[in-house]
């Protein structure tokens, strides 16, 4: 049997490389009787027990272990409670197959309650994923090697050096030769033996702003704050804390109470206690119990007490702040290694910058991001609004349309890239079918009264919400992205940003040149400018403007299906998406400027631009960055009330 | 609320009268409300409880009904509008004069009937796990407080998963604002570092969260094991695991329990990103024992083949039971016997074991802890021996000198220190 | 004119028979619920249905204020139920406090030692911010001890609100659809803000048990319902006169032709901000003493009360009425939020087609949303001008 003299090689080696440890290494005939030595601590599996459980079967060298840890990883193992003995467990079909561990022979089918299934947790599976490294390392086969690699770069551990370091020379596959010089790299960093390895490892990470790197230099650089009453003499400080400025002088009296420097000052409610404690006849300290609800009378109080000896004395006023005076504070690196700290400390200030401005990129693509969905939101709005000055209530219902409708196709076509393909122009055709027909019903009779509009479109808007509701129901449906769509766009660990994003980000650009084009270069475009600017004068050039504004109304719910499958794209579909988007529309575009498309574009952009920024200062309170965005467009408001792009014609007004 | 369903109390009552099996010498039918959202925004949690007290109802008077009478069900429909949870257990409890409510979902709704409940001597089962720091004279809690559910599930992080940075990102509303604070104090308690914990709240729906999974993603850089615990409610759940996935974020690397997220939340969604991402429950659908498989198999045959069942379906099912137990127990259904008889009661989790109502009105119940599966469904990963509700927690220092025995002690917030009973009324 | 300003009573009564009407059938409303309610009379009216009835007048309130700001001074103002909320926020407030202040000095009256001020407050806070987890009384809660300061609080917070927003809106000439816009942002992000724990007033639990009155607590709800009935139809009906003597004297005119035609007025030499900021500020006063009647009857107010759509709903209940007439933003009111509740509350009958059932709880939004639609289009004066129509046709 080659494949069992290969693993008992391999195993062998691992033996040496993990433990190190002299002992006889025999192969046993059987797996079960090892296993039924632990059978305790494997049939109900902890990460904080395993380990050593896993060490002692590895050392003990089965050729089988290999194979047996792998499946227990994969929950393929289980227990049955009358002998305890492990078997492994296969589907079949009602049953349960149980196959012997030693012969791989099936032994017996039995109900799924009749054993005890061993689920172990990820954490095990981590355990056992970085006990089987040096084992796997090697593996023929690429993905046990990749898997191998993920352990390491999870629970990095000294013992990985050596193996890894071996078998980076071995290694075929140039993307994870890489990987594996790399990881050797971090672990070397963090466990080198020899302190010009470690170093010069340390000094390579300098400039790496990987969360990888960084977290291995910030754990070489961990710190924890200290108190004594003078600088410990050898100790790796790293900086000496001001009381005052760097910790307040209650959280340094704290940090002297929990190294049992001093004692805990005494809270109003301790002094309360002790008073209590002290009441004789109605009196306290001779203070009746009566006018104890004034403070001041229970300090009286307590000092009687104090002077006739039955309490200790009160702390002085001063006396916390002499005892933080009294002693020194201050953060002292956990790693005694001053020259390792140091290099680690150098490495990871030299990323400072980088990293703020990484920092800075990320925060203006998420803008972008929010800038573009915003704008697809609204532009159909600001189209409807501008030539027509109407306020098209109903506008987030065509985007909730839209949404549905790609829902709808997804449905049918299991294929996602077709599926949205198919989506875009549908939800297009379906919404722009809708606002024609709204507006040759509804908005047509109501040119003359603007305001009216206003609350026919709410009408309009309650109903379909409603009607969304019967028919698909109140729960969020799935918009899937086709897997292209899925993943991200990752510059480096900082910077990145998803696909479906930046294919919204693409979408808002292809509109927008898409309505500049229409609205500078065609017929069409020329009339809506003209409708827009004056109506009756557009009139009585010849232009017919019922059939302007069907067509504009049209086209600003067309896109606003279109926007409806982006957005579902990425958050989800519900009959209330729509309502969520209509109020931040509306001031996208009354920000901007109505009837502009670069006043929608500005508006958008400084919408989604300011949430982003304030977010960034409040990074624990989005609804907080909602308000205050709320709150600086109605000021924005009164200081340009015609927006960034003001504009003359039908809506801006008298 | 919206204006527009005000005056659902008007006449909000549908009676469900199941037909008559035996000619019973009562002289009309003992009446359960039945108080769930049937519109509204948790009418996609509520109208599945809805659902399940008529199973319960209806199985019970096939088996012959309660001392020899009939149940009627009393379903309302309070329309997810807080406010009228409150009309509606008044009008329940006045004019329909039922003898039990079960019903509320989430702690606002709870909070709002409250009041009319103590007012009126009333009782009510509520099925949910929350955050506790209540225990009122006329609620009986099914579902999960916090040590039932998240101070299990952190144990969890901390003990086999070794993380150390924990990120706790919620939705905006009370049961993740006091279940944070709750797991703050508890994480120091463990010596997690205060900068360790990152907090984040976030509006309902939100759909916007690529600069927070950034951030949480960038907690890596700390060189420590980062965990998130979510409390995140409902539909925002959907952009948040999507932008996990598209971040390509794996359980293995940053694991995530969600306290909200169960069966019927993932049933319809695409559930292949959230795979090998953790929920903690007291029940969940895949428990492998033959008296869940019997339940299942009631559901499916009542609601239809693809629905699904969930934890709060099954704290209602212990608490019909242990209700219909104690009212025959009590041989009556005055409040103030049942509620006596309640004490002790005890009946089989569906999950194993037994659950037992403890004189805190909260049920003792094990912990799972489930990890997502492919398909929707759960893998138990962890199952602990029950644990007795704690009404009060200990890891805040206000609530951690309360407590609740309603039996000894003849009140639900007692303070320990002062040994007085600071009211008998709950807060709301 | 200026005579009939200052001498109302007389001339402005005897001017407009519709506001006597409007109060005796006000009157004679009150007492036959009165007569029927659970707490006094017959017992035909439950409490929870009295307790609808009572909230339904502060509605039809706000319904008149709305009226007053739109439909005679052309503000369509989305924002109205923001003064409401900030109303029933500020009687909340002290409805909380003093009652747990109640709990609370109970509770520590049995306490070796007497409490001091600063335990009681503490106390206090910890109780009723411990459902958030806090424990802290935020500064707003500074004068909630005190049911004079805090009823001030109740005019004051939403006038001032209205004055400055207004102010700064009007003096932009920010007008039409815009200011509407911009109405609805001054709501959505008060309801944004109150839906931050931060804010202090518990974020989305809002505040709750607001039915239980501190002092009051011996009497039965019945009781209390009756009393906050009467006290909602007191308000209405001098609500209703109030603004019925505002609108009909000169500075009614004034107000009115600023609707048919801002710019005119001010050419007239008329300062047209003036006008304009004293019927918005004036109306948001009296929305905010709705909101301080309408929660305690409801129970519990949160940021949800003053989101957006609720303040459109104001809008609508107006339209459907009539606006520009007073009586018909309370006819819009009243019947549109007792259809829904019938309607959603099971109470419609439910219509088999055969192929399709009609619920009328799922399909009641749809025919309100298409009610409206048609109402816009071809009744634009709504029921009250329906109403008109009918009384002066013969």
């Known amino acids: 049997m080659p494949f069992r003299t290969l693993m008992f090689r391999a195993l062998a080696l691992v033996a040496l490389a993990i433990v190190a440890l002299p002992g006889p290494a025999r192969a046993q005939d059987a797996l079960q009787p090892a296993l039924q030595a632990f059978a305790d601590d494997l049939a109900s599996p902890s990460r904080r027990t395993i380990e050593s459980v896993v060490i002692t079967l590895i050392e003990q060298d089965h050729p089988n272990i290999g194979e047996f840890l792998r499946r227990y990883s994969a929950r393929e193992v289980v227990q049955r409670p009358e002998d305890g003995l492990f078997f492994y467990a296969e589907d079949a079909g009602a049953l349960v197959r149980l196959v012997d561990i030693d012969s791989g022979e099936a032994v017996a089918e039995v109900s799924s309650r009749d054993v005890t299934q061993i689920r172990t947790n990820s954490g095990v599976q981590r355990v056992i994923a970085a006990a089987l490294v040096p084992l796997e390392l090697n593996a023929p086969e690429r993905e046990r090697r990749m898997a191998a690699l993920d352990a390491i770069s999870r629970s990095p551990d000294a013992s990985q050096i050596a193996p890894l370091a071996e078998s980076v020379e071995r290694e075929t596959d140039a993307s994870l030769k890489t990987r594996k010089e790399r990881l050797l790299l971090l672990l070397q960093a963090q466990f080198a033996q020899d302190r010009a390895v470690q170093l010069s490892a340390i000094a390579a990470l300098g400039g790496d702003t990987s969360i990888e790197a960084r977290g291995v230099l910030n754990r070489l650089t961990a710190t924890v704050t200290e108190v004594a009453l003078a600088l410990p003499e050898g100790a790796n400080i790293a900086r000496v804390l001001n009381v005052g400025t760097d910790l307040t002088e209650a959280a340094a009296y704290e940090l002297l109470v929990s190294a049992a420097l001093a004692e805990p000052a005494q809270t109003p409610a301790m002094l309360r206690e002790v008073l209590a404690e002290n009441i004789v006849d109605g009196r306290v300290g001779g203070v009746p119990v009566g006018r104890l609800s004034d403070p001041a009378a229970r300090i009286e109080a307590y000092e009687a007490l104090e002077a006739a000896g039955t309490v200790p004395p009160r702390a002085a006023p001063d006396e916390a702040a002499q005892a933080v005076a009294a002693h020194v504070f201050f953060d002292r690196y956990t790693l005694d290694d001053a020259e390792i700290t140091a290099a680690a400390q150098a490495a990871l200030d030299s990323t400072q910058q980088a990293i703020a401005a990484y920092q800075v990129a990320d925060l203006v693509l998420d803008g972008l991001s929010l800038a573009s969905i915003f704008f697809l939101a609204a532009i159909g709005l600001a189209i409807t609004f501008g030539v027509m000055g109407v306020i098209n209530m109903a506008h987030g219902e065509f985007i909730m349309m839209g949404a549905y409708t790609g829902y709808v196709v997804q449905l049918f076509i299991p294929d996602y890239t077709i599926s949205l393909l198919v989506a875009l122009p549908l939800a297009f055709l379906v919404t722009f079918g809708a606002g024609v027909a709204m507006e040759r019903s509804v908005i047509r009779h109501l040119y003359k009264r603007p305001l009216e509009t206003l609350l026919a479109t709410f009408g309009i808007s309650i109903a379909l919400q409603q009607l969304a509701k019967n028919i698909f129901g109140t729960q969020a449906r799935p918009l899937t992205a086709p897997d292209w769509l899925g993943g991200a766009l990752q510059i480096n660990d900082i910077v990145g940003i998803s696909t479906i994003r930046v294919a919204i980000f693409v979408l808002a650009l292809i509109f927008l040149a898409l309505l500049l084009y229409i609205l500078k270069r065609t017929r069409l475009g020329l009339e809506v400018r003209a409708v827009t600017q004056n109506p009756g004068m557009a009139a009585s050039m010849g232009i017919n403007p019922d059939r302007i504004n069907m067509l504009t109304f049209g086209l600003g719910s067309g896109i606003a299906g279109i926007a409806g499958v982006a957005i579902g794209l990425y958050a989800q579909v519900t009959s209330e998406m729509g309502a969520n988007y209509i109020v931040q529309s509306f001031m996208t575009v009354v920000v901007g400027g109505v009837g502009n498309v670069w006043g929608t574009l500005a508006g958008a952009s400084l919408i989604g631009f300011l949430q982003k920024g304030i977010e960034w200062f409040n990074p624990s309170n989005t609804l907080a960055a909602q308000t205050y965005m709320v709150l600086f467009v109605i000021l924005f408001i009164q200081f340009r009330p015609k927006g960034i792009v003001a504009l003359r014609g039908r809506a801006a007004g008298d | 609320m919206t204006p527009k369903t005000l005056l659902s109390a008007l006449a909000a009552s549908t009676a469900l009268v199941a037909t008559p099996l035996l000619a019973q010498d009562c002289a009309e039918p003992i009446k359960v409300g039945v108080l769930h959202s049937l519109s509204g925004s948790m009418a996609i949690s509520e109208t599945t409880l809805r659902d399940v007290m008529l199973m319960l109802i209806e199985q019970q008077n096939a088996a012959g009904g309660l001392l020899g009478c009939q149940i009627e069900a009393v379903v309302v429909d309070p329309a997810s509008d807080w406010p009228l949870f409150a009309e509606l257990t008044r009008q329940l409890l006045t004019v329909d004069e039922v003898d039990v409510i079960f019903g509320a979902w989430t702690s606002v709704s709870r909070k709002s009937a409250l009041p009319v409940l103590e007012e009126l001597n009333g009782l009510m089962f509520y099925p949910v796990q929350y955050e506790g720091e209540e225990s009122s004279r006329n609620v009986f809690y099914t579902g999960a407080a916090p040590n039932q559910q998240a101070i299990p599930a952190v144990d969890y992080f901390l003990e086999e998963l070794g993380v150390e940075s924990f990120a706790l990102l919620g939705t905006d509303y009370v049961y993740p604002r006091t279940t944070n604070a709750i797991l703050e104090a508890y994480l120091l308690s463990k010596g997690i570092a205060a900068e360790d914990i990152f907090v984040n709240y976030t509006p309902f729906g939100h759909s916007d969260w690529s600069t927070i999974v950034s951030d949480v993603v960038a907690l890596g850089a700390g060189g420590k094991q980062v965990g998130v615990i979510s409390t995140i409610n409902g539909d925002a759940n959907v952009g948040f695991y999507t932008e996990l996935g598209a971040q390509g974020v794996s359980a293995d690397d940053i694991p995530v329990v969600a306290f909200s997220v169960g069966e019927e939340e993932l049933s319809g969604l695409d559930t292949g990103p959230l795979a090998g991402h953790l929920a903690a429950w007291n029940y969940f659908m895949s428990a492998d024992t033959e008296i869940n498989a019997e339940f299942v198999a009631a559901w499916k045959a009542f609601a239809g083949e693809n629905r699904v069942t969930n934890d709060p379906m099954e704290a209602h099912y212990i608490g019909f039971n242990m209700w219909v137990n104690a009212v025959t127990a009590a041989g009556t259904t005055d409040v103030d016997a049942v509620r006596e008889a309640m004490w002790g009661q005890e009946f089989p989790n569906l999950t194993g074991g037994t659950a037992v109502m403890g004189t805190n009105h909260h049920l003792s119940k094990p912990v799972l802890i489930g990890e997502i599966r492919a398909d929707g469904q759960f893998d138990i990963i962890s199952q602990t021996e029950e644990v007795p509700g704690d009404a009060w927690t200990d890891f805040l220092p206000e609530s951690s000198v309360l407590t609740s025995d309603w039996q000894e002690l003849g009140c639900g917030m007692y303070n320990t220190a002062t040994s007085t009973c600071v009211q008998l009324t709950s807060n709301y | ?394």
């Not at chain 3, 007569?35 to 009835?53: H, N, P, R, W, Y």
């Not at chain 3, 407030?93 to 609370?104: K, N, P, S």
């Open chain 3, 1 to 394: 004119m200026a005579k009939t300003t200052l001498a109302p009573k007389k001339g402005f009564l005897s001017e407009n028979p519709s506001v006597l009407r409007f109060l005796g059938l006000l009157t004679v409303f009150t007492l036959i619920v009165t007569a029927l309610a659970e707490g006094f009379g017959a017992g035909v009216i439950s409490t929870s249905f009295l307790k609808v009835l009572g909230m339904t007048l502060c509605l039809c309130l706000i319904a008149v204020a709305m009226d007053v700001v739109w439909g005679y001074c052309g503000i369509l103002s989305l924002g109205h139920f923001a003064f409401f909320g900030l109303g029933g926020y500020g009687i909340g407030m002290w409805l909380m406090y003093a009652r747990t202040e109640g709990i609370v000095r109970t509770s520590l009256a049995n306490a070796p030692i007497p409490a001091t001020e600063g335990e009681v407050r503490d106390a206090i806070a910890s109780q009723i911010f411990s459902v958030v987890g806090s424990t802290e009384l935020p500064f707003i809660w500074g004068f909630a001890h005190s049911l004079t300061l805090q009823l001030l609080l109740i005019v004051l917070v939403p006038g001032l609100l209205a004055l400055v927003f207004g102010w700064l809106a009007f003096r932009s000439r920010v007008t039409g659809v815009y200011l509407s816009i911009l109405t609805q942002a001054m709501t959505l992000a008060l309801s944004l803000y109150l839906f931050q724990n931060d804010t202090g007033l518990r974020g989305n639990n809002g505040l709750s048990g607001l039915q239980n009155i501190p002092g009051l607590l011996h009497l039965p709800q019945s009781t209390i319902a009756l009393w906050f009935f009467w006290a909602s139809a007191l308000a209405l009906g001098l609500g209703y006169l109030l603004f019925a003597w505002l609108v009909s004297g000169k500075f009614g005119s004034v107000v009115r032709a600023i609707r048919d035609n801002e710019n005119r007025v001010r050419f007239l030499g008329y300062h047209v901000e003036s006008y304009k900021l004293v019927v918005f500020t004036a109306t948001a006063i009296v929305s905010g003493i709705a909101g301080a009647l309408y929660y305690p009857q409801a129970g519990i107010i949160n940021p949800a009360e003053i989101a957006p759509i609720t303040s459109i709903y104001l809008a609508v209940w107006v339209a459907i009425g009539g606006r520009g007439r007073l009586y018909g933003a309370v006819i819009g009111a009243a019947t549109v939020s007792l259809l829904s509740s019938w309607f959603t509350g099971g109470g419609a009958p439910n219509i088999d087609l055969g192929f399709y059932r009609i619920v009328w709880t799922d399909w009641w939004l749809v025919l309100l949303g298409l009610g409206f639609v048609a109402v816009t289009l071809f009744f634009p004066k709504g029921i009250g001008g329906l109403f008109d129509y009918l009384v002066r046709k013969p």
